[in-house]
C-alpha cells in the first residue's frame, strides 16, 4: 500500500506545515509527499500543460489518480472514507492524489485522472490543502478503524 500525494509548490516552513506534518505523523499508511515546480515564467496554458507533465512524473503509473478540482465531486468524510477504502482494495492500495497549480490541472493530468475531488466552493490555498488531504486522510482511517477521532 502507498498513498502518494503530488503537489506544485513546495510547502515552507509554517503553520500550514505543521499542520500536514501533524496530521501524516498520525497517519498508519505508508505515505510519499511529491513536490514539484516549474521554474520558468510560462504563459498559463503552457504553465499547466508543463506541471501536468511535472506531476505525471512523480505520480506512480499503477495508481488510482484523484485530482483536486473545483468541478470533482465533493464527499462528506464518511462517504470520502468508503470511497477510499473501495480505491484502495480495487487498486491494490496504490493511491495518489494530485494539487494542481494556481491555474488548475492541465488537461493531460486531467485525462489520467480516475476521480476528481472537489473540497467545496471556496478556494483554498494550495499549502492548506495539503493539511486538508493529510486531515480526511486521518479521518477516513479512523472511520475505516472506529477511531474515536471521527464524530458524528
Known sequence: MQITLAAVGRIKAGPEKD???HYIARLRWPFALREVE??????PAQLKA??????LGVIPENAFL???DERGR????????????????????????????ADGHGDALKARANAL???GKA????????????????RAHAIQTNHPYHRE
Open 123 to 138: 478556494t483554498w490555498p494550495h499549502m492548506l490543502v495539503r493539511a486538508l488531504i493529510a486531515e480526511q486522510l486521518f
Open 19 to 21: 499542520l500536514f506534518d
Open 74 to 101: 465533493e464527499y462528506g468524510s464518511i462517504d470520502f472514507a468508503k470511497k477510499l477504502e473501495g480505491w484502495i482494495d480495487q487498486y491494490g492500495g496504490n493511491i495518489a492524489f494530485a494539487i494542481g497549480g
Open 38 to 43: 516549474e521554474k520558468k515564467k510560462l504563459p
Open 66 to 68: 484523484i485530482a483536486l
Open 50 to 55: 508543463r506541471e501536468a507533465e511535472l506531476l
Open 117 to 119: 475531488w472537489s473540497l
